[in-house]
C-alpha cells in the first residue's frame, strides 16, 4: 500500500505565505505525478496544483498562477507548496495526492489533508 502524508498547514494573515509537504511512502515502484487539492465545506474539491515526476512540468489553477509554487524532492518521494500572497479565499483543507505505479497496480492515493486558514 501507499501512504501520503501532508504538513505544514496553519493559520496565516491576508498577504502572509505557508509552505506545505507531502511525503509519500510505501510499496511504490514508480511517480508519475505529485499533486494538491483543496476542499472548503459544502463544496467540491478543487485542483490546486500538479507536477510531472519525470520531466518536472507544473500545471496550476488560475486564481493562485503566480503565488503558489509547486516543487518536488525525487529522492525523499515529497512534494511542496509555497504559497504566497495568500488570500482569505484561500483557506481551505489542502489534499495532496500521488500518482503511483506498484509492485501490483497504478491508482491515485490521498493524504488525510492539512488545513490552511487565511484570516486577520
Known amino acids: 500500500q501507499v501512504q501520503v502524508v501532508e504538513s505544514g498547514g496553519g493559520l496565516v494573515e491576508p498577504g502572509g505565505s505557508l509552505r506545505l509537504s507531502c511525503a509519500a511512502s510505501?510499496?511504490?515502484?514508480?511517480?508519475?505525478?505529485m499533486g494538491w487539492s483543496r476542499q472548503v465545506p459544502g463544496k467540491g474539491r478543487e485542483f490546486v496544483a500538479n507536477?510531472?515526476?519525470?520531466?518536472?512540468?507544473?500545471y496550476y489553477l488560475d486564481s493562485v498562477k503566480g503565488r503558489f509554487t509547486i516543487s518536488r524532492d525525487n529522492a525523499k518521494n515529497t512534494v511542496y507548496l509555497q504559497m504566497d500572497s495568500l488570500k482569505p479565499e484561500d483557506s481551505a483543507v489542502y489534499y495532496c495526492?500521488?500518482?503511483?505505479?506498484?509492485?501490483?497496480?497504478?491508482?491515485?492515493?490521498w493524504g488525510q489533508g492539512t488545513q490552511v486558514t487565511v484570516s486577520s
Open positions: 507536477i510531472r515526476w519525470s520531466g518536472g512540468t507544473t
Open positions: 510505501g510499496s511504490i515502484f514508480s511517480i508519475y505525478s
Open positions: 495526492y500521488t500518482n503511483t505505479g506498484s509492485a501490483t497496480a497504478i491508482a491515485k492515493y
